[in-house]
């Protein structure tokens, strides 16, 4: 059991401030990585951290479970926080998380494939051409992604 379920049962369903990595993976054609999640809702790869580990560990681990995909250096894009980004899940747990968003052009190996439990489909995007369902973040990095690239 992870350092979140542990949480939740000293404290239950009350609001939590979680910190969590998400990371914009490029490939060499500069398209994006995007998984669906179970929600139907195309996101980065990404998640929360546990115990002793690090943002950019938990990037890396999150991105391999979800799709498969190694990747090595990232790059700081942004921190994402605030009311606007408020969670409440289908079993009724809250949370605001504090997301930090890497962007990594460093793919190191792994076969792309769904890990079937987060993610559904796992497929890289042109970012001119991005599905319907996408969550909102996803349009935040892309949008400083080309503010980088300019």
């Given at each position: 059991?992870?350092?979140?379920?542990?949480?939740?049962?000293?404290?239950?369903?009350?609001?939590?401030?979680?910190?969590?990595?998400?990371?914009?993976?490029?490939?060499?054609?500069?398209?994006?990585?995007?998984?669906?999640?179970t929600?139907?809702?195309?996101?980065?790869?990404?998640?929360?951290?546990?115990?002793?580990?690090?943002?950019?560990?938990?990037?890396?681990?999150?991105?391999?479970e979800?799709?498969?995909?190694?990747?090595?250096?990232?790059?700081?894009?942004?921190?994402?926080?605030?009311?606007?980004?408020?969670?409440?899940l289908?079993?009724?747990d809250?949370?605001?998380?504090?997301?930090?968003?890497?962007?990594?052009?460093?793919?190191?190996?792994?076969?792309?494939?769904?890990?079937?439990?987060?993610?559904?489909?796992?497929?890289?995007?042109?970012?001119?051409?991005?599905?319907?369902?996408?969550?909102?973040?996803?349009?935040?990095?892309v949008?400083?992604?080309?503010?980088?690239?300019?």
């Amino acid at each position: 059991m992870g350092y979140i379920e542990n949480l939740r049962k000293v404290i239950g369903k009350q609001p939590l401030i979680l910190v969590g990595s998400v990371v914009a993976v490029i490939d060499d054609e500069g398209r994006i990585l995007l998984q669906k999640k179970t929600n139907g809702i195309w996101n980065i790869p990404g998640g929360l951290l546990e115990l002793e580990e690090s943002t950019e560990e938990a990037a890396r681990r999150e991105v391999f479970e979800e799709t498969g995909i190694k990747i090595g250096e990232l790059k700081l894009v942004n921190v994402f926080s605030g009311k606007q980004f408020f969670n409440k899940l289908a079993n009724g747990d809250e949370f605001y998380p504090v997301t930090i968003a890497y962007l990594s052009r460093d793919i190191k190996g792994g076969a792309l494939k769904a890990d079937g439990i987060e993610t559904l489909e796992a497929k890289y995007f042109n970012m001119n051409d991005l599905p319907n369902e996408v969550s909102p973040l996803v349009n935040k990095l892309v949008r400083y992604y080309n503010e980088m690239v300019s």
